[in-house]
Antibody, heavy 117, light 106 residues
């Protein structure tokens, strides 16, 4: 069974940094692209970033480009999202998702990030 | 950027009804469209990919159609467990989602 478990969220002040993790199990992690998708409170979904199998290629949405960094550790089957220069508009639930042939076919339960002073 | 517009934003229907949800892209997306279901408090679930292909394990009452800029998700006979918000997502140019259609029981 595919499982994705996010961690690392919480309350952070504007301008500060936070790092999210996503532990994957139930599939061969290195065989898949992975992604982060976020959902602001009572809002729709927004693709944040994706990463290739070995991590050599990364892709970002315009709203986070230059501030967020996606990475992975295939030996640990873990996906990361380093978030710098956080803004109030980054407040959202962040989902880790398996990125499979242009679909997001499995999702974690999400982790809440609140950016506020 | 490709914008995705879903309508209606809220839909009320009865058990057994045939339900149609719409999704319109700001430009031709060549059928590169997926649908997701999100129940309250849960993560989204992939229902349909590439406009009309049913994801494994999804009931056959769900179907998708469309081309060009206009796409639909149809539930042939609404069940109580289908109460959820439904999102479309294009992947012709990066990835963008619609704002969602919230489906409730009448």
């Amino acid at each position: 069974e595919v499982q994705l478990v996010e961690s690392g969220g919480g309350l952070v002040q504007p301008g500060r940094s936070m790092k999210l993790s996503c532990a994957a199990s139930g599939f061969t992690f290195s065989d898949y692209y992975m992604a982060w998708v976020r959902q602001a409170p009572k809002k729709g979904l927004e693709w944040v970033a994706s990463i290739s199998y070995e991590g050599s290629s990364t892709y970002y949405g315009d709203s986070v480009k230059g501030r967020f960094t996606i990475s992975r550790d295939n030996a640990k089957s873990t996906l990361y999202l380093q978030m710098n220069s956080l803004r109030s508009e980054d407040t959202a639930t962040y989902y880790c998702a398996r990125h499979n042939n242009s679909t997001f076919d499995y999702w974690g339960q999400g982790v809440m990030v609140t950016v506020s002073s | 950027d490709i914008q995705m517009t879903q309508s209606p934003s809220l839909l009320s229907a009865s058990v057994g009804d045939r339900v149609t949800l719409s999704c319109k892209a700001s430009q031709n997306i060549y059928k590169y469209l997926n649908w997701y279901q999100q129940k309250l408090g849960e993560a989204p679930k992939l229902l349909i990919y590439y406009t009309n292909s049913l994801q494994t394990g999804i009931p056959s009452r769900f179907s998708g159609s469309g081309s060009g800029t206009d796409y639909t998700l149809t539930i042939s006979s609404l069940q109580p467990e289908d109460v959820a918000t439904y999102f479309c997502q294009q992947y012709n140019s990066w990835y963008t989602f619609g704002a969602g259609t919230k489906l409730e029981l009448k």
